[in-house]
């Protein structure tokens, strides 16, 4: 009996100690938008359930990542974003999602980027 217990515990602590080591994913995502009010939009919407850190930086538009993968995707994490209006480096939100972004808040408008020192908008179609 001491002997299978002594091997169950065994089992236990590899399949944890395996499941951190392989299951966290850390990664950064480009995310468009201009100000503390986006950062907010931005980090409620990519923490979902089997995310562990997100944090977005207002200068370099960087949106690092801690997730657990067996959980949640980047996919989804995206796709979350673009539903609450944000443009992501090579998924663009779409009109409709982008519509409900606060007025302050419309990144893709070249005087409001002007406004907040940035550059060109990460959607490069022309948004009229
Ligand atoms: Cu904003």
């Not at 302050?104 to 959607?123: I, T, V």
Request: hydrophobic residues 35%.
């Amino acid at each position: 009996m001491k002997k299978f217990i002594l091997t169950l515990l065994a089992v236990v602590a590899m399949t944890f100690s395996s499941a951190a080591q392989s299951k966290i994913t850390e990664t950064s995502i480009e995310v468009d938008g201009l100000c503390g009010m986006c950062k907010k939009r931005i980090e409620n919407a990519a923490y979902l359930p089997g995310v562990k850190k997100v944090n977005w930086d207002v200068e370099t538009h960087q949106l690092n990542l801690v997730f657990r993968n067996d959980k949640v995707s980047k996919e989804e994490i995206i796709a979350s974003i673009n539903d609450a209006g944000h443009d992501v480096k090579g998924s663009i939100a779409t009109d409709e999602q982008y519509a409900n972004i606060h007025g302050c808040c419309r990144f893709r408008d070249p005087s409001q980027r002007a406004s907040h020192g940035l550059g060109e908008a990460l959607c490069t179609e022309d948004k009229k």
